[in-house]
């Protein structure tokens, strides 16, 4: 099946840097990426839509100077966390949905492995 | 308005069946999704509904009801290692995934 790969899968920093995390399409090209944030014992929540060669639509609440996306390529979406705090601290999981699956066609999603960021 | 319902938690036993049921509301409603999720783990996919119906895989079956916003997920002969959440999730018109808060299946020997 479809694979996502997420870099890193942890990350550990200080308040106040900014925290790169990767998401890449394997064995697919993915017009639409999708970035949650998970909170301990939470549903996921929807951060923002990402779609290759345009700007990402952000959630309502979600600051988009402060989560930085990026998908310049058909495998490739960045989320950068700038100036991370504490409250920051969270599971952050993307998944991509299949170019070309769209309409009546199924559109799943494949989901990474997530990324547990802690900021001290 | 979008809307998901699923019950907080559920508790089973081994060798057991159990039913999670999720209602939704969802404007141009274009399917639903049940995804397993382990704990400190990204979400697995389990079903894809998009007709009125039963689907069954393994262990694991899907309904749906379109017309009454109903779906519930099917567990057959329990296993330990099916403790986990499990969240419903529709689409909408622009197929974009509207979450529930998960079912947390405690399951005991």
């Known amino acids: 099946g479809a694979v996502v790969s997420q870099h890193p899968s942890r990350v550990i920093c200080k308040s106040g840097t900014s925290v790169k995390i990767e998401c890449r399409s394997l064995d697919f090209q993915a017009t639409t990426m999708f970035w949650y944030r998970q909170f301990p014992k939470q549903s996921l929540m929807l951060m923002a839509t990402s779609n290759e060669g345009s700007k990402a639509t952000y959630e309502q609440g979600v600051e988009k100077d402060k989560f930085l996306i990026n998908h310049a390529s058909l495998t490739l979406s960045t989320l950068t966390v700038t100036s991370a705090h504490p409250e920051d601290s969270s599971f952050y999981i993307c998944?991509?949905?299949?170019?070309?699956?769209?309409?009546?066609?199924?559109?799943?999603?494949?989901f990474g492995p997530g990324t547990r960021l802690t900021v001290l | 308005g979008q809307n998901i319902d699923q019950p907080t938690e559920m508790t089973a036993t081994e060798g057991a069946i159990v039913q999670i049921n999720c209602t939704y509301q969802t404007s141009g409603f274009n399917g639903l999704f049940w995804y397993q999720q382990h704990a400190g783990e990204a979400p697995t996919f389990l079903s894809y509904n998009v007709l009125d119906g039963l689907e069954e895989k393994g262990r694991f079956s899907s309904f749906l009801s379109r017309s009454k916003g109903y779906s519930y997920l099917l567990l057959k002969e329990l296993q330990m290692k099916d403790s986990a959440s499990y969240l419903c999730a529709s689409t909408d018109s622009n197929y974009q995934l509207i979450w529930g808060a998960g079912t947390k299946l405690i399951i005991k020997p």
């Open positions: 998944s991509a949905r299949p170019s070309g699956n769209s309409g009546s066609d199924y559109n799943e999603q494949f």
